[in-house]
């Protein structure tokens, strides 16, 4: 009897229990019917496009990079390189190093050279899209990592394969093509009438000029009628002394020659080059044929000197009266703006060395040895006249107006409003000296 009425007691409480609880269950039945399937996707403004804990640590030769994947993008990761911090401003100047499928989140990178680096880590997801957001402390790194060790020169060198070259479809200049291994290294390009088999036939080149990093084809304006042969050798190697040359790889195998035509003239070359093609032969119409000493100068067709009239005299002597008169202010050494804040690594940093070290010591004789030093190999046009400039200095301090004279000429085409006071400077000395 008591069990009986534990029972109805029991189920009394469980009907009261579903009575109260059924109006829940019916809206919760009713927002079942009216919700969604799935859940709405994600809108652009909550989307993570860049990755994060973005980390770049120093092993050996090498920099380690680590991060955290994007939880919501699937593609490309693509890593830069920069010795400058990147950001919005200065990524077009930093360096792909390279590219790893998202889901790797770790990138081993060899740093072309020794120096403080910086990195970036941008998405490229699946369409091709490039999420090009830099986020501080996320894919962006804002100290720079230098590699506790560098990297020997050979193992950095790029090395260059398929050689080729070609007269133009104007047939006034060669194409001259090939392929590097990396494309962060800077090239030389040789080029002359006899081929390239040893090291030492680089020295009888005709021309040598400087490819940028990344170059893979060159168009140079030649004479024609004569057989060219080329060469394109890793910068790094051959300051080092080091210069393979593989025939069919980074020497051609054989001479390219264009035909001389009744309408070929001179290619035109640029002003500002530095003799880009050989100097013309010239055209010499006399003669002496006997050998014997020419006595006076007396040449034929050579004008007589004759005395200026007393018109033009005046004319001279009004013209000096109105030119400013010469400062007799001696000139200092001068520091290119530019090279007043230090570049890190590179040939710039190597000539920004001398000029704030025995050039600012006015050790002229040093300065003079170390800039001779830098120019003896080749370099960019920009970079040899700015040596140029202050080998010129040098000069001038050492009382060599005339040596002087012809650096800043040559520099004169990249620093035509710095050398003319030194131009002027060096007349006035070479006047002073009757030389």
């Known amino acids: 009897m008591r069990n009986g009425r534990r029972l109805l007691r029991l189920g009394r409480a469980a009907l009261v229990s579903i009575l109260v609880s059924a109006p829940a269950l019916s809206g919760a039945a009713q927002d079942a019917k009216t919700a969604p399937a799935s859940p709405a996707p994600a809108s652009p403004e909550t989307t993570t496009i860049w990755v994060s804990r973005l980390k770049a640590e120093p092993v050996?030769?090498?920099?380690?990079l680590t991060?955290?994947?994007?939880?919501?993008?699937?593609?490309?990761?693509?890593?830069?390189?920069?010795?400058?911090?990147?950001?919005?401003q200065?990524?077009?100047?930093?360096?792909?190093?390279?590219?790893?499928?998202?889901?790797?989140?770790?990138?081993?990178?060899?740093?072309?050279?020794?120096?403080?680096w910086y990195y970036a880590v941008l998405i490229r997801d699946t369409s091709g899209s490039l999420y090009s957001l830099l986020v501080p402390f996320r894919n962006k790194t804002s100290i720079p990592v230098s590699p506790q060790t560098s990297v020997p020169e050979i193992q950095l060198a790029a090395q260059v394969t398929g050689i080729r070259a070609v007269p133009t479809a104007q047939g006034d200049s060669i194409e001259v093509s090939f392929s590097v291994s990396n494309r962060s290294r800077d090239l030389l390009l040789f080029w002359g009438p006899k081929p390239f088999t040893r090291p030492e036939d680089l020295l009888m080149a005709t021309k040598t000029t400087p490819l940028d990093p990344g170059t893979a084809?060159?168009?140079?304006?030649?004479l024609p009628g004569i057989d060219y042969w080329f060469a394109v050798l890793d910068s790094g190697l051959f300051k080092l002394g080091q210069a393979p040359?593989?025939?069919?790889?980074?020497?051609?195998?054989?001479?390219?020659?264009?035909?001389?035509?009744?309408?070929?003239?001179?290619?035109a070359v640029p002003p500002a080059s530095r003799r880009g093609i050989p100097l013309p032969s010239l055209a010499i119409i006399r003669g002496v044929q006997s050998g014997q000493a020419i006595g006076?100068?007396?040449?034929?067709?050579?004008?007589?000197?004759?005395?200026?009239?007393?018109?033009?005299?005046?004319?001279?002597?009004?013209?000096?009266?109105?030119?400013?008169a010469a400062g007799n202010q001696a000139p200092r050494p001068e520091v290119l703006p530019s090279d007043a804040t230090p570049t890190p690594g590179g040939e710039l940093a190597r000539l920004q060395d001398i000029v704030q070290g025995p050039f600012q010591g006015g050790d002229w004789a040093g300065a003079q040895s170390r800039l001779l030093d830098f120019l003896s190999l080749p370099r960019k046009a920009d970079l040899a006249d700015r040596a140029s400039f202050y080998l010129g200095q040098v000069y001038y301090f050492q009382g060599r107006p005339r040596d002087a004279l012809l650096e800043f000429l040559s520099a004169q085409d990249t620093f035509y409003q710095e050398t003319g006071p030194w131009i002027d400077a060096c007349f006035q000395a070479l006047e002073k000296s009757d030389l």
């Open 217 to 222: 084809r060159y168009v140079l304006p030649v």
């Open 245 to 267: 040359l593989a025939k069919g790889a980074n020497t051609t195998a054989y001479p390219v020659q264009l035909q001389v035509t009744t309408s070929h003239g001179l290619p």
């Open 60 to 64: 050996d030769l090498q920099v380690k």
């Open 296 to 324: 006076g100068t007396d040449v034929a067709d050579l004008p007589e000197p004759q005395p200026i009239s007393d018109d033009t005299r005046k004319a001279i002597e009004t013209i000096r009266k109105e030119l400013p």
């Open 90 to 116: 200065t990524l077009d100047r930093a360096v792909e190093a390279g590219s790893v499928k998202t889901g790797t989140e770790s990138f081993l990178d060899t740093p072309p050279a020794r120096g403080a």
């Open 67 to 88: 991060w955290v994947d994007s939880p919501d993008l699937t593609g490309t990761c693509i890593i830069y390189r920069s010795d400058v911090e990147i950001t919005s």
